[in-house]
């Protein structure tokens, strides 16, 4: 369950929970440049970032800031005509805590504290009211031997608009909420059927 609210203009903060960890969440998103119609800007750029903090039982920690996450993107979009845009983000990820493991030989390997990701996206409109999304997110970070590195993700949608609201129906082998934890640890794999079916109902309201 989330809120999110723009209190000034190209500006929208957010605040959710999730049960999967018992994450709360913070989220913020900020349009640094707007691409503009004669090109003098050719492209838009938006700052996403996300801070978890998860609530389970303190034996699960050494300190209080072993809970805490990030989740930092630069997302660059541009349309390229009324019916298509594409977009490219990278991310950086950062972890406080993560996991070690023991291994077979007596030593012990430790997942990356800091890692990174990128993220490609598309959208075509198809009529005045639909439009088709794709997408692909994948970890650019190696683990050591012994942890599992994220695996990628696919989207694939399709949006329906109206005048006050817009529909999206999609598939996605991600399962999670936040951002980093997707990157850091997905482990459904697209290809072998672990998908989930996703859905979205935007309000949209003009105060």
């Known amino acids: 369950i989330g809120l999110n609210y723009s209190p000034v203009k190209n500006l929208n903060v957010g605040f959710g929970y999730t049960k999967l960890k018992y994450i709360f969440d913070f989220n913020a998103k900020y349009m640094i440049l707007t691409q503009t119609k004669d090109n003098s800007m050719p492209f838009s750029l938006t700052y996403y970032g996300n801070m978890g903090i998860e609530v389970q039982d303190e034996s699960n920690y050494a300190w209080g800031v072993d809970?805490?996450?990030?989740?930092?993107?630069?997302?660059?979009m541009?349309?390229?005509?009324?019916?298509?845009?594409?977009?490219?983000?990278?991310?950086?990820i950062h972890y406080n805590a993560v996991k070690v493991v023991a291994l077979s030989d007596g030593t012990s390997a430790y997942q990356s504290n800091d890692s990174w990701g990128l993220s490609i996206g598309a959208r075509y409109k198809v009529s005045s009211i639909i439009s088709i999304m794709a997408g692909y997110d994948t970890p650019l970070t190696n683990q050591p031997d012994g942890i599992n590195k994220g695996l990628p993700?696919?989207?694939?949608?399709?949006?329906i608009a109206t005048s006050n609201h817009a529909f999206q129906i999609f598939f996605t082998n991600y399962n999670r909420i936040q951002?980093?934890?997707?990157?850091?640890?997905?482990?459904n794999d697209f290809n072998e059927g672990q998908w989930l079916i996703g859905f979205n109902i935007t309000r949209l309201r003009a105060l």
Not at 153 to 159: M, T
């Open 67 to 76: 809970r805490m996450s990030y989740f930092n993107q630069l997302i660059l």
């Open 179 to 187: 951002p980093q934890e997707d990157f850091q640890y997905n482990q």
């Open 78 to 92: 541009r349309r390229f005509s009324k019916k298509f845009s594409l977009q490219v983000a990278p991310s950086y």
């Open 153 to 159: 993700s696919i989207n694939l949608g399709i949006e």
